[in-house]
């Protein structure tokens, strides 16, 4: 019996020696406990703006930066994106396209449950129970900078 546990922790050192079995799980531990999430300045995130590279100008895999809330393009070792990582140190990317976090310029996938109000102001959806409450709502609600409004009415200056 001693012998399987040696012969099974020298399976598992040499699996760690050469990139196979547990290393995947680090790596998958790192991809949930991400350092940088608390620089993320939800504030500054504005989706409404069209997808666009601010520095490209091109709509091809662009990404929106978390901390400072503007486009970039790519993610690899030249693009826009990885470039604003290092020379910024802003680390946390959604990609538009897929709805999925990652870190730059580590370039790893961010899995996290508190990332999921974010995907959800790309991308909001609503029932049509909700859609319907909204025209039989006289209650005014208030805006962040302390305004009162109507919800569903457009008011363009």
Do not use: W
């Not at 019996?1 to 790192?30: F, T, W």
């Not at 030249?78 to 020379?87: C, E, G, L, N, R």
């Not at 909700?130 to 039989?136: A, H, K, W």
């Amino acid at each position: 019996m001693a012998e399987k546990s040696v012969l099974k922790r020298a399976s598992l050192d040499s699996e760690r020696e050469y990139g196979a079995g547990p290393i995947k799980q680090e790596r998958m531990d790192r991809r949930r406990l991400c350092p940088y999430l608390d620089t993320i300045n939800r504030s500054v995130l504005d989706f409404d703006f069209e997808k666009l590279c601010s520095v490209s100008l091109s709509h091809i895999n662009v990404y929106a930066c978390l901390v400072c809330g503007k486009y970039f393009q790519g993610r690899g070792l030249k693009s826009h994106a990885y470039t604003h990582s290092v020379q910024d140190g802003h680390h946390v990317f959604l990609n538009l396209e897929t709805h999925k976090f990652y870190c730059l310029p580590d370039n790893y996938e961010v899995i996290d449950s508190s990332l999921e109000d974010i995907t959800y102001v790309l991308n909001p959806t609503f029932a049509a129970e909700r859609i319907s409450l909204l025209d039989n709502n006289p209650k005014l609600s208030r805006a962040y900078d302390g305004t009162t409004y109507l919800p569903g009415i457009l008011h363009f200056s």
